[in-house]
């Protein structure tokens, strides 16, 4: 498999992410705190990428290490001093500036030198046999596409056979977004330290990053006393959220759930919607639509209660549900934006999505016990602003949505991002690029809204339900691959999924 969620074990990354601009902070204070110098948790830096390295590629004989001038170069050194004392031939080319290292980069560059090693210009020519590539060039602090000779040593190591090991961050990659506004490296492994930042898991990160490996540099300890502000969410904590039903629940107990769209042409939207709700585990789901769709859902899924969607039917499925979802299908005309209006006051949790965004974008309110699901086009034409800005920064744009629209929001995409008018804020873990396909919203819909009437709050079921999509998808990218999945494939792994309690969600069996 190529996808990021394929190659890395979930257990080894922590679940706390923090600001890449807080890591330099902690960095310090935990230093302090444990007694520990700089120097010291540099040398343990390059220990572990060193190891991982090795590791991956045991039979390498001549790495060639790439430095910058900063803290992440100084890494560098440390991995290509240690390489050559376990008899690897080392090429190190290296940055130079007029403005001095960092002292703990001068003193890894002195040791390197002291042992004999060699510095060689950014512009040499690269040597014939390389087996492996160190990326030391750019660390967390950059804010802005990498300049020359940095930009060419990124294309020249990209252009190359040889494998590419990062060190912290893809040199290029954003730390705090995950942006790559130039330049970038495509690692094949990224080992990283002291805590997880957001621009591994969000953004461009899964395209550049290769397997990820995570370090604490011993500082475990002093991190677990601290409170970090952004979670990574993946299924092994689907079991916080989805424990096993009481023997004698009946539908009543799970939710009664009215899920209202499917216009002229867009049944398929609303019967995936529906079926979805049901996999995920809703007591009762009741479908609103056009009379021409009622027997096609039917057919294909008896099990949903499906009316015609009249200004009668909404007020009494208005009553009589537990949940709300509006969107999958609506379209824009009068049929749906009537249907909308009636929707709009209800007291307790709905879910919008899709059509029902567009119609909000044009009129704008705020509630509190709604759940909206844009992907970056909806979020863009939400907050009146280009996708590219949405894309930029992925976490900003979901804060700026929750200040705006209230309630809890779900930005879709690699990474999608969740966030709450509480300040709570994660990173969706699970899903491949196998979901870039026509009726994957739908489904998420019908999942989160089937969360909301089994009671979950609506910031937990819009986090378990974005984990069980992405997890059912990635258990059928691991069987079948990416291209070709479609969004009721979905439906043959997700109860699997959501039943956490009867099997492990990573074992494909």
Known sequence: MTDHTMKKNPASIPHSIWHAD????????????????????????????????????????????????????????????????????????????????????????????????????????????????????????????????????????????????????????????????????????????????????????????????????????????????????????????????????????????????GDYGTAGAICMAGEAALRAGAGLVKVLTRSENIAPILTARPELMVDELTPRAVEESLVWADVVVIGPGLGQQEWGKKTLQKVENFRKPMLWDADALNLLAINPDKRHNRVITPHPGEAARLLGCSITEIEDDRLLSAQRLVKRYGGVVVLKGAGTVVASEHNALAIIDAGNAGMASGGMGDVLSGIIGALLGQKLTPYDAACAGCVAHGAAADVLAARFGTRGMLATDLFTTLQRIVNPDVIDVYHDE
């Open 22 to 261: 807080d890591i330099k902070r902690m960095e310090h204070e935990a230093a302090d705190s444990l007694g520990l110098t700089l120097y010291e948790l540099m040398q343990r830096a390059g220990e572990a990428a060193f190891q991982v390295a090795r590791n991956a590629y045991p039979a390498a004989r001549h790495w060639l290490v790439l430095c910058g001038h900063g803290n992440n170069g100084g890494d560098g050194y440390v991995v290509a001093r240690l390489a050559k004392a376990a008899g690897i031939h080392v090429t190190l080319l290296a940055q130079e500036s007029d403005k001095p290292l960092p002292q703990e980069a001068e003193h890894a560059r002195h040791a390197w030198l002291n042992a004999g090693g060699v510095i060689h210009a950014p512009d040499i020519i690269w040597p014939q046999e390389v087996d492996v590539i160190i990326d030391a060039l750019l660390g967390t602090g950059l804010k802005h596409a990498p300049r020359d000779p940095l930009a060419t040593l990124i294309k020249q190591a990209n252009a190359h056979s040889a494998p590419t090991v990062a060190i912290d961050i893809p040199s290029g990659l954003l730390a705090q977004t995950g942006g790559t506004p130039g330049a970038v490296i495509h690692a094949t492994h990224t080992v990283t330290f002291i805590a997880l930042k957001p621009g591994l898991i969000t953004g461009k990160a899964r395209d550049v990053t290769g397997r990820i490996h995570f370090n604490a540099l011993g500082l475990d300890t002093w991190l677990a006393g601290q409170d970090a502000p952004i979670q990574r969410v993946d299924a092994s904590q689907l079991r916080c959220w989805l424990t096993p039903r009481r023997a004698t629940s009946h539908k009543g107990d799970h939710g009664r759930l009215a899920i209202i769209g």
